[in-house]
């Protein structure tokens, strides 16, 4: 029995971030069918990830049977160099009038889907959807100008839940993996909230029908230059 050696790529960078605000139904809930049109943004410094989950041991016949685990939800903190003014107020709930927006009042913050980018060295990829989030909280810090240029930079945490009935909080492809869909790329992955294979394989279906449709047409190009 021979030893398998895997060299899995480092980390580069980080890419663009993506969101999509939900079209919530009438009575506030989550709507994982209807989303607004994907907004990215390539703003992003560093993202941090923490997934937040309980462990519970379970004995039998006085031993450990089993460990279960679940994860409540994942907070995402992503710094970035500056945001849209317009969509943090909407991510806060805030009440944006015809001049100006009021802030501050107790309101529900509405559903969004949060993409992120991971690149690694040597070309390989990582896409991720969070298509449940909502902002728990932003900083807003602002500093004197000095005599040279400084970044001032401010922090969202973008908390995601369950958004199907297994409980899963996000939808992942890497190019590592050797189940990642041939044809897809960055804009096809992001262009729309993708929360299952199933959504991959509408986007694989349409490759392919535009594929059809191209060789028929240079089929028909031959047989008319004939």
Known sequence: MSIETKRPMIKETVGALYYAFNKM??????DIENYNT??????????????NSNSTVVKASGKDYVTASQT???EQAVEVIAFDPEDI???RGDKIGKYGVK???PTQRPYFAFGKV????????????YPKCQLAENTDDIGTSEDTFSEQNDTLTIRAYS?????????????EMKNFPVGITEELFFNQVVTSDED??????????DEGNTDNNENQENVQGA
Do not use: H
């Not at 139904?25 to 989550?30: C, I, K, V």
């Not at 994907?38 to 997934?51: A, F, H, L, P, Y």
């Not at 991959?200 to 029908?209: C, R």
């Open 25 to 30: 139904l009438e009575n506030g809930e989550f």
């Open 38 to 51: 994907t907004v990215k943004s390539e703003v992003v410094k560093q993202i941090g990830t923490n997934e």
């Open 72 to 74: 409540s939800n994942v």
């Open 89 to 91: 107020a909407k991510a």
């Open 103 to 105: 802030s501050g009042a």
């Open 118 to 129: 991971k690149k690694m060295l040597g070309g390989a990829v990582e896409y991720v959807w």
């Open 163 to 175: 958004y199907d009935k297994e409980g899963n909080k996000s939808y992942r492809i890497n190019s």
């Open 200 to 209: 991959i394989e509408k986007i694989l279906a349409t490759l392919n029908t």
